[in-house]
């Protein structure tokens, strides 16, 4: 029986023998590498902090010490070590288990964790309520896989910092976001080097004057405790940044050296006050495949475990959108040379790494840091710029005040390419990208569009790059889209805010957004024999609307139906509901959409199916809509 058939959650962890956890350390990673090649999923961060989940455990009590992890895929070792190894190979699977943290999941996940920067505030939120009803118990923040590029982890520290509270942060420091990490604080971490002299000089420093102040000198000899510690601070502490901000700062320490890590947690628990230790891990660690391509095996397809060759799946009818998008851009660079693209930390997964190769001066990672994504476009913009800013759907609603502050009211032409935009599949609820269209249509002076193939989106873009009037988005999913792109350069401009008929019908009408257009189209097609043969359109355009064609549409139909990938309150549907009302209100409309509510990960197919956003479910929705029409004019 191995060690880890016997682990059944922390208590088992933590009754281990020190000589032990060195070969239950393998046993995970193992672990990790056979059930993810089946799964897929977030591999090379959770290989990267296997020893650190393992010394978490061991030293401290969950779920009565409370650990709350950052960037939720890094919790895949914290999974099997709370119970939950016998359903890792239903990860990311309808029914199993999340990719990520989840409150309703296990008592030991205290704080859901999807997207970057939560974990300090949210842990002291908890060490706060924790002395308000004077109860003990440790809390532990495990910042780490870029959540330091993240300003809300700085906001969090800066609170935190100075209150004087019981609180640790574990800085895992693995020098990668997604991408390798960017900017200022990437570069003070990594040049910080360890150095036991300075603490162990420091406490003895700090043990003495605190013996001598009790003989002599008192409020003096403090004040001067206090000088003393802050200039050896100042002249010898490598994490002096943390200082300043209020945390006693420990390491940095191998983050693969257990016994290391217990030693000082160990050190660390018996203190009071903010601390702050820094480990250093290395993402993909003790897989050789994922160790030399961290950004490659961040997150990994099926893959064969001894190879890391994908495993064959079912052949796909067409590009990823991701990529039809970044070899877009690329090509429009040559035209437009002031185009710049910049993301926040996903190169790959947004596909601007394209744009990257090809003008490595027009290209900006920012780090996680889309608010600030944001409005560096904005200035870029009013240097007269074209910054092309490639986000996915569910990170840009972090940057909601910039969208508005810095960019719309200003009318500044900023472009939004929302990737993983509608249903996301496998990644769940923390990456659902059904919120974009509202939050964009609410926006003064931004325009929003879907592409519903791989031309439109150059259409699009070419529709965007010439007009300067204000902020453009283009939203796309995390798929294939129907069919190759011809290249950029024998696309034209679409035609700003026009629609288009692909299929002209009878009495009703399917108004259909971006992908939604071929599932609208196998609906018209169940639907001819019928004697109910729909018009469909192409509303390529969710704002502004095409008044003109909608005008034409509710004088020629009496029954019409929106289909959007977005959630249907306060989208296009809605949107279309009052113009509709204003116009025609004899005209009857249904609006189809995601209804109000979270989503569980499954495939993206299984969760189109689930709210009808399918050839079948449009089909049906409209036999409804058609009975109960003819009813009511019976």
Not at 2 to 20: A, H, R, T
Not at 32 to 58: K, M, P, W
Not at 121 to 138: C, N, P, Q, V
Not at 369 to 396: C, D, K, N, W
Request: hydrophobic share 40%.
């Amino acid at each position: 029986m191995s060690l880890l058939d016997s682990i059944n959650g922390p208590e088992d962890v933590k009754q281990l023998p020190s000589e032990e956890l060195e070969q239950l350390a393998t046993e995970v990673r193992q672990r990790l590498i056979e059930v993810v090649s089946e799964t897929g999923g977030h591999i090379g961060a959770g290989l990267g902090v296997v020893e650190l989940t393992i010394a978490l455990l061991h030293s401290f009590e969950s779920p009565k010490d409370k650990i709350v992890w950052d960037v939720g895929h890094q919790g895949y070792p914290w999974k099997v070590l709370t119970g939950r190894n016998g359903r890792l190979p239903t990860l990311r699977q309808k029914g199993g288990l999340s990719g990520f943290l989840r409150l309703d999941e296990s008592e030991h996940d205290v704080f859901g964790a999807g997207h970057a920067g939560t974990s300090v505030s949210a842990a002291f939120g908890m060490a706060t309520a924790r002395d308000l009803a004077g109860e003990s118990f440790h809390v532990v923040a495990v910042i780490g896989d870029g959540s330091m590029t993240c300003g809300l982890s700085y906001e969090g520290m800066n609170n935190a910092g100075h209150s004087g509270r019981d609180f640790i942060i574990v800085l895992n420091d693995n020098g990668m976001s997604i991408a390798p990490n960017v900017g200022a604080m990437s570069r003070y971490l990594g040049s910080i080097i360890a150095s036991p002299v300075t603490n162990r000089l420091r406490e003895r420093v700090k043990g003495l004057v605190e013996r001598t102040s009790k003989v002599v000198g008192g409020k003096r000899m403090v004040d001067l405790a206090r000088n003393i510690e802050e200039s050896i601070k100042n002249l010898w502490s490598p994490g002096m940044l943390f200082e300043e901000l209020g945390f006693r700062y420990f390491g940095p320490i191998n983050g693969h050296d257990i016994a290391a890590m217990l030693k000082t947690f160990e050190m660390v628990k018996q203190l009071d006050g903010p601390r702050i230790v820094h480990v250093m891990t290395e993402k993909g660690k003790g897989f050789p495949l994922a160790e030399p391509h961290p950004e490659k095996f961040h997150a990994r397809n099926p893959y064969d475990p001894s190879t890391g060759v994908l495993r064959p799946r079912k052949k796909s009818t067409g590009p990823a959108w991701t990529k039809l998008f970044g070899t877009a851009i690329t090509e429009l660079g040559s035209e437009y040379p002031k185009l710049v693209a910049i993301t926040a930390a996903m190169p790959s997964g947004t596909g601007t790494d394209l744009f990257q190769k090809k003008w490595p001066d027009r290209f900006f990672d920012v780090g996680i840091a889309e608010g600030h994504a944001t409005t560096f476009a904005a200035g870029l913009a009013t240097q007269g710029m074209r910054p092309v800013v490639a986000i996915y759907s569910t990170f840009l609603q972090r940057a909601y005040d910039s969208l508005i502050h810095d960019v719309a009211i200003q009318k500044l032409p900023v472009i939004f390419c929302l990737d993983r935009a509608g249903m996301v599949g496998a990644d769940g609820q923390t990456h659902i990208g059904l919120y974009d269209i509202p939050y964009m249509l609410t926006v003064p002076n931004m325009t929003v569009t879907q592409p519903r193939d791989g031309a439109e989106l150059i259409g699009l873009l070419r529709c965007a790059l010439e007009r300067t009037e204000g902020p453009f988005s283009l939203r796309y999913p995390r798929d294939v889209a129907p069919g190759p792109a011809p290249p950029a350069a024998e696309v034209a401009p679409l035609p700003y805010g026009k629609w288009e008929v692909i299929r002209e019908g009878g009495e009703c009408a399917i108004l259909a957004v971006g992908v939604m257009c071929e599932p609208a189209l196998e609906a018209a097609e169940l639907l001819a024999d019928e004697g109910l043969s729909p018009t469909v359109v192409n509303c390529r355009f969710i704002k502004p609307l095409d008044h003109e064609l909608l005008d034409d549409l509710v004088a020629r139909h009496r029954l019409m139906v929106t289909v959007e990938d977005g959630c249907a309150v306060n989208g296009f549907g809605a949107c279309v509901a009052a113009a509709v009302e204003s116009k025609a209100p004899e005209v009857r409309l249904g609006i189809m959409g995601a209804p109000d509510r979270t989503f569980e990960h499954a495939t993206r197919s299984e969760q189109l199916a689930d709210v009808g956003l399918t050839g079948e479910g449009i089909a049906a929705r409209l036999r409804v809509l058609a009975t109960e029409e003819s009813l009511s004019t019976a």
